[in-house]
């Protein structure tokens, strides 16, 4: 009897298992999903050119700066949640938002650019009727904040890079179609991706719950195909850091010291020439997510620098 109630509790957890697999890319963002998801957020959505952005916003009308905080290559907006609400305790006017392709934003079926999503955070902003902001990316969201200063530098304050990809060299792909071989292929590793978030940490122990965040996403129609466009679109940006230092921007470079997404021996000597003016820190007990790791000393340091900026 007991034999028999293991197959059939076994039977069950496959079943559930295969069901779930089954499940994933397969909700809609479509006007009944952000409609839920205007339910359980603290959020709002921008119908933009290329599709319906969801972002959050505090203090819109203060007078001490906007701060505009870009997420990385997959984990949407909420990333930067403790960073924001420290941002919005602190009195700044503060926006965040999901990029085309992550959390709760479209997924348009475009060519994945830096361009397109540089261009969808500066029309947000506009949106929003922002004259000037500091921009804080974040990994491959320094890659957009380096394009917003590319395209339009008028309407920066300053650029902030945390554990950014954006000084790193790429091949130019031999094509950026995304094939359904590919998609499908991609799809079939969802099953370990959210727990392979934890290595984005030093100390993994300090965010047990964070892979049931991003299982969420999976089930996203379009994800998939989004990252592997996006990864296929990565150029090399030196021309553009020349042209930032050139502006006299402020920019400001936070490092996690034991970061393995992004290895900064790689690009440090190149760095120093094309960003010489860049202030530049590096944070301890902390990898890929300092702003999260080493929450008090990272906070310190940008509130520090924003002072300096916004004041």
Known sequence: MKMILRIVLFSLVLVSCLSNKNLYESIEKNKEFREEVLKYSNGKYASLSNGNTYYEEANPNSDNGTVVLVHGFSVPSYIWEVTFNTLKDKGYHVVMMDLFGRGNSDNPDLPQTDQLRALQVLE??????????????????????????????????????????????????????????EIEDFIATYPTRSEGQLADFYDQNQFPDWPKKYEKLLYHKGFAKALISTQKNLTTMDDIHVKIDSLGLPVYVFWGIHDEVVSYAAFKEKLKMLLPNRKEFFIEKAAHLPHMENQEVFENLLLTSLTEIIN
């Not at 990316?137 to 890659?143: A, E, I, K, M």
């Open 124 to 181: 947000l902003i506009n949106e929003l009727k922002i004259d000037k902001a500091v921009l804080v990316g974040l990994s491959n969201g320094g890659r957009i904040i380096s394009k917003m200063a590319a395209l339009n530098s008028e309407k920066i304050q300053a650029l902030f890079y945390v554990s950014t990809s954006s000084f790193m060299d790429y091949k130019k792909p031999t094509s950026i179609e995304v094939s359904s071989k």
